[in-house]
T-cell receptor
Framework: DAKTTQPNSMESNEEEPVHLPCNHS???????IHWYRQLPSQGPEYVIH???SNVNNRMASLAIAEDRKSSTLILHRATLRDAAVYYC??????????FGPGTRLSVLP | DVKVTQSSRYLVKRTGEKVFLECVQD?????MFWYRQDPGLGLRLIYF???????EKGDIPEGYSVSREKKERFSLILESASTNQTSMYLC?????????????FGEGSWLTVV
């Protein structure tokens, strides 16, 4: 059964790096992993996505394990505006998106 | 700028009313989705559509129907609203088949059934 798991919550200090983990142990070789974040009363916002190798953009980095059973979203320097719920999403052929339960990130000043 | 627009942000409806939630995307996307989001249950797929007039049931289709008469518009219909359908509803779209396409979400529609 397809499943994506994440910790319920994490906490970070401002200006420090944050590593948000996700497990997707039954993912197949062609399925992408997406990360989105959601602020209260808003729709999810794109952060990053990747398939096999590590990915970087202006918002974050995505490290995907060699066996692809897990991935980690890395925010290099957390700011107060990064406080949100972060969702790991297993993209099964673009028609079946398996959402993780989300990790609520708190950023302390 | 690409956009998924949900026409109603906040609605209050009475039990038994027929409710329409509209979603429009301006990106010529093939796939459109309706999710509901509830505390502790995350996002659950209600229906999705991969082409005009095509639809597939998601994980929780009971009590809902959908309509996709035009490519840009995907409507969620509650034939007879009930209090357990009070929730936040999210529409999303992607360009087409295959993994790795960006998912575009609307801002959400908050429905309260009294």
């Amino acid at each position: 059964d397809a499943k994506t798991t994440q910790p319920n919550s994490m906490e970070s200090n401002e200006e420090e790096p944050v590593h948000l983990p996700c497990n997707h142990s039954t993912i197949s070789g062609t399925d992408y992993i997406h990360w989105y974040r959601q602020l209260p009363s808003q729709g999810p916002e794109y952060v990053i996505h990747g398939l096999t190798s590590n990915v970087n953009n202006r918002m974050a980095s995505l490290a995907i394990a060699e066996d692809r059973k897990s991935s980690t979203l890395i925010l290099h320097r957390a700011t107060l505006r990064d406080a949100a719920v972060y969702y790991c999403i297993w993209d099964n052929y673009g028609q079946n998106f398996v959402f993780g339960p989300g990790t609520r990130l708190s950023v302390l000043p | 700028d690409v956009k998924v627009t949900q026409s109603s942000r906040y609605l209050v409806k009475r039990t038994g009313e027929k409710v329409f939630l509209e979603c429009v995307q301006d990106m010529d996307h093939e796939n459109m989705f309706w999710y509901r989001q509830d505390p502790g249950l995350g996002l659950r797929l209600i229906y999705f559509s991969y082409d005009v007039k095509m639809k597939e049931k998601g994980d929780i289709p009971e009590g809902y129907s959908v309509s996709r008469e035009k490519k840009e518009r995907f409507s969620l219909i509650l034939e007879s609203a009930s209090t357990n359908q009070t929730s936040m509803y999210l529409c999303a779209s992607t360009i087409g088949q295959g993994s790795g396409n960006t998912i575009y979400f609307g801002e959400g529609s908050w429905l309260t059934v009294v």
